[in-house]
């Protein structure tokens, strides 16, 4: 059976402290690109497999456009979300569906309530229901059927990894990340998703994250026009307050994270980060990537430390601040 990194293979990259005890830690692996793509840094195994999981959706939402879903802007920024599920990222991803149409009937992805707290209150005071169009999928999804819609392919089984468009996908996958998959299995959300070494999918990212939208080749333009529009409208990939929003607002990066801890982040001027956190957390990851960034020169440490402040980083005794999250000593 095939496997992530082992203890053995984990770093320290965050601690928990409470009142100068340290209680908690989370280990993993982390790597460092330059902007010319060069590992400058690594911690731990970064050649151990891991599942990206949301950290893949912007391969995933590269492929779906070449393939012709022709997004822009909000619409475009939403295909590479892992939304809060709120009333306006709703709004769009119907938008996505209905000109193509396509209704929320046509996403096989589960139905579920928003994560935004507020809007998820306000549904259940109206008696709503949980629904696809809300899944912090969704967004995906809806691109992925506008793909098919527009290659001509079977908007049915469209999930199914044997599926024209999966087969695609799993192609610019390889392209981008220069290995091939090493096993595929199926998210959250239903959609098949890639193992990849913690290095390939740092490769991946880099070659979206530095891409230009005026490149003479058009897999670089998509991705070029893709970090563009997530960068114009940070709200769209997360939500309000919310970590990946919060890094692309405050520091300019391109960030996405992903279950079990996985994170992927490109500074602007395309140095980059990808880690995984053994244990799944995901509350240092934003922190630890960004700690990364700014070791290599890429991020200024005072940005850095002015938005841990609006990370939820704070460890509370007695609704009092007693310690924090921090970047551990294996970084």
């Known amino acids: 059976m095939l496997e992530t990194l082992t203890v053995q293979d984990a770093v320290e990259l965050a601690v928990v402290e409470r009142s100068g005890f340290v209680e908690s830690r989370h280990a993993g692996a982390a790597v460092v690109l330059s902007p010319d793509g060069d590992v400058v840094a690594r911690h731990g195994n970064v050649d151990a497999l891991v599942l990206p999981r949301s950290s893949l959706k912007p391969l995933q939402a590269v492929a779906c456009i070449t393939a012709g879903a022709a997004l822009e802007g909000e619409q475009?920024?939403?295909?590479?979300?892992?939304?809060?599920?709120?009333?306006?990222?709703?709004?769009?991803?119907?938008?996505?569906?209905?000109?193509?149409?396509l209704t929320e009937d046509h996403l096989d992805?589960?139905?579920?309530?928003?994560?935004?707290?507020?809007?998820?209150?306000?549904?259940?005071?109206?008696?709503?229901?949980?629904?696809?169009?809300?899944?912090?999928?969704?967004?995906?999804?809806?691109?992925?059927?506008?793909?098919?819609?527009?290659?001509?392919?079977?908007?049915?089984?469209?999930?199914?990894?044997a599926h024209p468009l999966q087969v695609h996908i799993r192609d610019v996958i390889e392209r981008l990340a220069g290995e091939k998959v090493a096993h595929t299995a199926i998210d959250g959300c239903g959609a098949p998703v890639h193992a990849l070494t913690l290095t390939g999918l740092a490769r991946a990212i880099h070659r979206i994250g530095s891409?230009?939208?005026?490149?003479?080749?058009?897999?670089?333009?998509?991705?070029?026009?893709?970090?563009?529009?997530?960068?114009?409208?940070?709200?769209?990939?997360?939500?309000?307050?919310?970590?990946?929003?919060?890094?692309?607002?405050?520091?300019?990066?391109?960030?996405?994270?992903?279950?079990?801890?996985?994170?992927?982040?490109?500074?602007?001027?395309?140095?980059?980060?990808?880690?995984?956190?053994?244990?799944?957390?995901?509350?240092?990851?934003?922190i630890v990537a960004a700690t990364l960034l700014s070791r290599a020169g890429a991020l200024r440490q005072d940005a850095v430390d002015s938005v841990a402040g609006d990370l939820a980083l704070q460890v509370l005794g007695g609704g009092h601040p007693v310690g924090g999250v921090r970047p551990g000593s294996g970084i």
């Open 76 to 101: 475009l920024a939403l295909s590479t979300a892992s939304h809060a599920g709120t009333d306006r990222h709703a709004s769009v991803v119907r938008d996505i569906l209905t000109e193509g149409g």
């Open 109 to 161: 992805c589960p139905p579920a309530w928003p994560t935004d707290s507020a809007t998820r209150d306000e549904m259940v005071r109206e008696h709503g229901q949980p629904a696809r169009l809300r899944m912090n999928c969704s967004g995906k999804h809806a691109a992925m059927l506008r793909a098919c819609v527009a290659t001509g392919w079977d908007t049915a089984g469209y999930l199914d990894p």
């Open 211 to 286: 891409a230009s939208d005026r490149s003479p080749f058009a897999l670089h333009r998509v991705a070029g026009s893709l970090v563009r529009a997530v960068r114009e409208h940070p709200w769209t990939i997360d939500g309000p307050g919310r970590p990946d929003t919060v890094a692309i607002e405050q520091l300019g990066v391109f960030a996405k994270g992903g279950a079990e801890g996985v994170m992927v982040m490109v500074a602007p001027n395309g140095t980059t980060v990808a880690l995984k956190m053994l244990d799944g957390g995901a509350r240092a990851s934003t």
